[in-house]
Nanobody
Framework: VQLQASGGGSVQAGGSLRLSCVAS????????MGWFRQAPGSEREFVAE????????NYADSVSGRFTISRDRAKNTGYLQMNSLKPEDTAVYYC????????????WGQGTLVTVSS
């Protein structure tokens, strides 16, 4: 299983970025796809997840209302649209996948850096 994340970059506060996560050898329709982030000196934290079959979505409180997670089944690709970015959103963002019903995120992408300047 391979996940490839992309779309990171540098933006000013208030700007937007869209991250993408392409899955190889695994279909998002049969699992949960999520995004996590890790800021310098901090632990990795949950950002958002989407259930591939139902489309059910969860967000961390810190990003709710600003970030939107979605997936394109035909392209086997997940997205994280990030709007109204804040300096505290600066982190390496990772996409991950787990089987529906499992709590174990067993597939991880390599991470993409998002830097938000004030």
């Amino acid at each position: 299983v391979q996940l490839q994340a992309s779309g990171g970059g540098s933006v000013q506060a208030g700007g937007s970025l869209r991250l993408s996560c392409v899955a190889s050898f695994r279909t998002f329709s049969g699992c949960v796809m999520g995004w996590f982030r890790q800021a310098p000196g901090s632990e990795r934290e949950f950002v958002a997840e989407i259930f591939g079959s139902s489309g059910y979505i969860n967000y961390a409180d810190s990003v709710s209302g600003r970030f939107t997670i979605s997936r394109d089944r035909a392209k086997n690709t997940g997205y994280l649209q990030m709007n109204s970015l804040k300096p505290e959103d600066t982190a390496v963002y990772y996409c991950a996948a787990r089987d529906t019903g499992s709590r174990d995120w067993d597939s991880w992408g390599q991470g993409t850096l998002v830097t938000v300047s004030s």
